[in-house]
């Protein structure tokens, strides 16, 4: 199945994102690759978990159903192959939409840190809080110097919340292409199935007529027996009975 193997191949790849995603975020907690005194000198946008539970832990889930998609027929749906992949398709759906929802709050509290810059020890005051506002830092580098402490603070936050903004978007992405996928492959087979119902029933209205391949013009296969008419009825016996 076409769909099956598109999900397959997204789920592939949003196993290595989640895991970049989680170790992205766990280095976070040692600001300039050092660990830090106090935790509430923290930026408060790593306790937020974006990469661990947004881009890592939420998206396992989606992953590991896409990846399954393709062989997975949910027990057949009550012996119904087809019915089964329906279903499953249409499962995989609803996790697509777990996963951008992940991936989404991942994005956003990323956005927002990289906005806001990180929480250090301030040279103004001699504080520790947020020295930066709307971004003013991303393009000026000059003002990196108001971070006394932690050292590299300011680079060390900006690259892995940039690098968890991007997994983000990414996730995004994949998972709104599953969506997607998985609708399609739930319904496009409907049109068939309706085409073939329709099919089945004229088979069973009309199952007891039948005609002979001879010549004869007219036979009632049901009732009692019935006047031949038509120039070949005399060769009934040679007939073949060809079932409508």
Same mark, same amino acid.
């Given at each position: ?28 907690f ?20 974006g ?10 889930f ?5 990846l399954?998609?393709?062989n997975n ?9 087809g019915?089964?992949?329906?279903f499953?398709?249409?499962?995989? %759906?609803? +996790? ?5 929802? !992940? =991936?989404?709050?991942?994005f *956003?509290?990323s956005?927002?840190? @990289? $906005? ?27 003002l ?14 900006? %690259?892995? +919340? ?5 997994? !983000? =978007?990414?996730q995004?992405? *994949?998972?709104?292409?599953?969506? @997607? $996928? ?63």
């Amino acid at each position: 199945m076409c769909t099956g193997s598109c999900a397959k191949c997204l789920g592939g790849t949003l196993i290595p994102l989640s895991v970049f995603g989680l170790l992205a975020n766990i280095l976070l907690f040692f600001p300039g690759g050092k660990v830090i005194d106090n935790n509430d000198h923290l930026s408060d946008e790593v306790w937020y978990f974006g990469g661990i539970l947004g881009s890592g832990v939420l998206m396992i889930f989606p992953a590991l159903v896409f990846l399954g998609l393709k062989n997975n027929d949910c027990c057949g749906c009550c012996g119904n192959e087809g019915c089964g992949k329906r279903f499953a398709m249409f499962t995989s %759906t609803i +996790f697509a939409v777990i996963g951008v929802l !992940g =991936a989404g709050y991942s994005f *956003i509290v990323s956005a927002v840190s @990289i $906005n806001k810059g990180p929480k250090c020890f301030m040279s103004q005051n001699s504080t520790w809080g947020y020295p930066f506002q709307d971004g003013d830092y991303l393009g000026d580098s000059n003002l990196w110097s108001r971070c006394q402490k932690p050292s590299d603070v300011v680079p060390w936050n900006l %690259t892995l +919340f940039s690098i968890l903004l991007i997994i !983000g =978007a990414v996730q995004i992405i *994949i998972c709104a292409i599953q969506v @997607i $996928n998985g609708l399609l492959g739930t319904l496009w087979r409907l049109p068939v199935l309706w085409l073939l119902w329709g099919k089945l029933r004229s088979l069973v209205k009309t199952g007891h007529q039948c005609k002979w391949d001879k010549g004869v013009e007219r036979v009632v296969a049901a009732g009692s027996p019935t006047r031949l008419e038509g120039p070949h009825s005399s060769s009934l016996s040679q007939g073949k009975l060809c079932c409508l």
